[in-house]
């Protein structure tokens, strides 16, 4: 029966096994979609250039030249084209060689029918998401985003993509971006809209306990386990599972939230067998997770599983204009929860905001206009309502489109970060000197500077690691 989730494609099998290939284009026409076969790399190569293909389905290894030949071809001739890769002879290492060279989906033999029509979804959905990419055109905010700058139209455009597909997506930004706003976005834009979306904060789970959280125990699974738990991904079954902080998953539970991916099975801790959930599973880090897989501290073959759909959400201070209309939208609603008139910014205010680097990104201008909705007078917001040190970070920072001459409006007082300013600074310096800012101005403490920052502790500790510095810890 076909995939109701599956749009027909035009699709070329290449096998030099004849067994094979009937097995495949019986299965395939089942599913409704337009089949050829070939029965080695040259006769492939020959199909494609009289008739284009949305997805070649080819064996790893053929008499002469190999499927891996057959993949440098495609993504040289053919880069409209997914490709799945099927093999008898798949080791993991092989499988991610695989992918970094342009394969969209692997399947190992002997594999099922279930993970034949998995793996073509998967190459499908990355082939449309390649050529909407491509479309022109503005792309319709979803709610609970605001923002039109050009970075933000990629995310939308993203985001449509992403929730009309089933397949797993990676969404990656800094703290405080609204990577959980995007995902939501996804979920409810999508066909699971009316089934549960659950959000989990993997680093704020003990790792003792993460593989019960999400994947359940069965009673007497371990000391304590007095009764069975389904854990997340039981719980959301039809729907789906935001999984924030990605990165903080230890070895076992990546190997199981693998096989999750690959299988859509789940197995709890002490449970003999595994039971089928239908999850669309999103997860999001604002660490550089194929860095670490490079360097072995989290699983290769994952990153790939999660890859399929990545989805950047960039900082605040690459949202060219965007800032003004999160403004007016923060002090407009968190003037409507304090039942007052919200204050109107001055224009001198807007430039300053304008000018500085936000290093809390978007949670960091939300709680300021929370403060500024409370303490700003006379229903107007001058830079002298906006905290000393945004005042002097933004007067060292060079406006949008040039830079700023010593000594002029714009540049910073001397000796605002105990020395005179340079007349040009790069954002990153400015927002270091910020950050030196806050922390002076409370004495070191790593925990008030944050919550002034609008960033959790970690992320402090990070950007403070990036400029080479350590510090001490405060309270």
Not at 153 to 169: M, N, T
Not at 364 to 383: C, K, S, Y
């Amino acid at each position: 029966m076909p995939d109701a989730d599956t749009q027909p494609a035009r699709i070329l099998v290449v096998d030099d096994s004849p067994a094979t290939r009937e097995v495949l284009e019986r299965h395939l026409r089942a599913e409704g979609h337009e089949v050829r076969t070939a029965e080695s790399v040259a006769a492939a190569i020959l199909a494609l250039t009289e008739a284009s293909a949305d997805l070649v389905v080819t064996d790893m290894r053929m008499p002469g030249a190999d499927g891996m030949d057959l993949v440098r071809h495609i993504r040289e001739h053919h880069r409209g084209t997914g490709i799945i890769m099927v093999t008898g002879f798949a080791t993991v290492g092989g499988a991610v060689s695989a992918m970094r060279q342009g394969v969209d989906d692997y399947l190992p033999k002997p594999f099922s029918d279930e993970e034949l029509r998995c793996a073509v979804r998967t190459a499908l959905d990355k082939v449309r998401l390649r050529r909407d990419l491509e479309a022109p055109g503005e792309a319709e905010a979803p709610d609970g985003l605001i923002g039109r700058s050009p970075a933000m139209q990629r995310v939308y455009r993203l985001i449509a993509r992403a929730a009309s597909a089933s397949v797993p997506v990676l969404i990656t930004g800094e703290s405080g971006t609204g990577k959980e706003l995007v995902a939501r976005a996804i979920h409810y834009r999508g066909p699971r809209a009316a089934a549960p979306f659950l959000a989990v904060n993997c680093a704020a789970i003990p790792e003792t306990l993460i593989e019960s959280e999400l994947f359940g125990h069965a009673r007497g699974a371990f000391t304590g386990a007095t009764a069975a738990r389904q854990g997340f991904f039981i719980a959301a079954d039809g729907g789906t599972l935001f999984l924030d902080e990605v990165a903080e998953l230890s070895p076992i539970a990546q190997a199981k939230l693998l096989r999750v991916l690959q299988e859509q099975t789940v197995q709890a801790v002490g449970a003999d067998q595994a039971r089928r959930v239908d999850v669309r599973v999103i997860a999001a880090t604002n660490k550089d997770l194929e860095g670490l897989a490079r360097e072995g501290q989290f699983r290769e073959d994952l990153f790939f599983r999660l890859h399929v759909l990545p989805i950047e959400v960039p900082p605040l201070r690459e949202r060219e204009g965007d800032v003004v209309l999160l403004l007016g939208h923060f002090l407009a609603a968190a003037a409507q929860r304090e039942s007052v008139i919200a204050p109107r910014p001055t224009q001198a205010a807007i430039a300053a905001l304008r000018r500085y680097p936000w290093p809390g990104n978007v949670r960091e201008l939300q709680n300021l206009a929370q403060r500024l909705v409370i303490f700003a007078e006379a229903g107007e917001i001058d830079t002298v309502d906006l905290p000393t040190v945004m005042r002097y970070a933004a007067a060292a920072a060079p406006p949008a489109g040039g830079s700023t001459a010593a000594g002029g409006p714009g540049a910073a007082p001397a000796g605002a970060f105990g020395a005179a300013s340079p007349p040009h600074r790069t954002l990153r310096e400015v927002e270091l000197a910020y950050i030196r800012a806050v922390l002076e101005s409370v004495g070191g403490n790593k925990t008030r500077a944050a919550a002034i920052l609008g960033i959790d502790r970690k992320s402090l500790r990070e950007k403070l690691k990036s400029e080479g510095r350590s510090g001490e810890e405060g309270a």
